[in-house]
């Protein structure tokens, strides 16, 4: 049997049936309802497949469903693409679950050298698990100045930007939106474990996670899933105050993610940035 690491296709399906409204496809919502959301007979017709194996998927009697099965699921229940490509990633079987890490946490000097190079962009290089393998000086002084600026070369010490985001009150506080912060966290990793159900590094944190932070545990629970790769996010920064700034992270050829901030040119949130880069510079200088 498949030793599924971070996932229940189960629960994941009971989770996104009962988010979905009746009236939203097309169906009346009078009458008593138990529970909030589609009744499982209701997703089975509306997915074109018996009561009975629906029924059986969702309670974990059966583990795996066809693609086919599982995209007519994902269309009744309305799920979006990130959400419809994290069911067919959970409700598959893994082709081979003793493949190696697709990176071994190492940083080619390449990269290395374009993270350096990225002066008033706040650049890093993280793995799956977002463990930061290096961060350029910009990144470490927006986001870590208390922390060394080469704790990213030291392994098993390496910060992880989910992990700091909710343990340490010095990056929480950066963020002038946390509730969003914290959703966007989550939902994040819960996309990434579907690639990653054997990883026990990966379900060590999420176990870490879950225990050390309420807000974790219930962010986790919903099972809500996106793959956050670029928006815009507000900082209030100890330094330079408040900060807008765009994010985009970029998927290196090693496995590992490029993650950078950057400003709109010409704006005093630019300006702001320079600011870090002067003080860096002045330090670097002494």
Known sequence: MEDIVNTDLGSYLRQMRERVRPEQRGLRSGGARRVPGLRREEVAALAGVSQTYYTRLEQSQTAHASPQVLLSIARALDLG????????KIGTPVQDPQA????????SPSTRMLVESLGTVAAAVLNYRCDILTWNPL???LFAPHLGFDAPDRPGQRPNIIKMNFLDEDVRALYTDWATESESNVTYLRYISGNHRHDPQLAELIGELTIQSEEFAALWCRQRVA??????KLFDHPVVGELEL??????LQDGNILKFYHAE????????????TVDLDRVHHR
């Open 265 to 276: 040119p010409d704006s005093p949130h630019e300006a702001a940035l320079r600011l870090l």
């Open 139 to 141: 990144f470490h002084k």
């Open 100 to 107: 190696p890490a697709p990176c071994g946490d190492q940083v």
């Open 81 to 88: 693409p990130d959400e419809r490509d994290y069911l067919l």
């Open 227 to 232: 793959n956050c790769i670029e928006g815009t």
């Open 246 to 251: 765009m994010y985009q992270s970029a998927d």
